[in-house]
């Protein structure tokens, strides 16, 4: 059992940065494999970012590749989610999540992930 707590959310301007953070607790941090995930008002969820449980594997989703860095430190128990350029679009409530499973991959399916923490509000105003 991990818990997941995220913080950094805010409001930015268009163009601007946040840096996301998501705190698990637990001493088997290391052994998962950690996701950024974000829902926008009116919309399902979907996929923003993924590590394996090592950090020397990534991936993004298509909207934020080359904007989004996703980054962990498994000796402070947590992952982050470097966010520059940001646009309109990327207002969303963005969400941590853990899986247990496929440990050395980069799932991008929302059904994998075990553990969800409880979401930060990001909005990037016009």
């Known amino acids: 059992q991990v818990e997941l707590v995220e913080s950094g959310g805010g409001l930015v301007q268009a163009g601007g940065s946040l840096r996301l953070s998501c705190a698990a607790s637990g001493r088997t941090f290391s052994y998962y494999a950690m996701a950024w995930f974000r829902q926008a008002a009116g919309k399902e969820r979907e996929f923003v970012a993924t590590?394996?449980?090592?950090?020397?594997?990534?991936r993004y989703a298509d909207s934020v590749k080359g904007r989004f860095t996703i980054s962990r430190d498994n000796t402070k128990n947590t992952v982050y989610l470097q966010m520059n350029s940001l646009k309109p679009e990327d207002t969303a409530v963005y969400y941590c999540?853990?899986?247990?499973?496929?440990?050395?991959?980069?799932?991008?399916?929302?059904?994998?992930?075990?553990?969800w923490g409880q979401g930060t509000q990001v909005t990037v105003s016009s």
């Open positions: 590590i394996n449980r090592s950090g020397g594997s990534t």
């Open positions: 999540a853990a899986d247990r499973t496929n440990t050395m991959s980069t799932m991008t399916q929302e059904r994998v992930y075990d553990y």
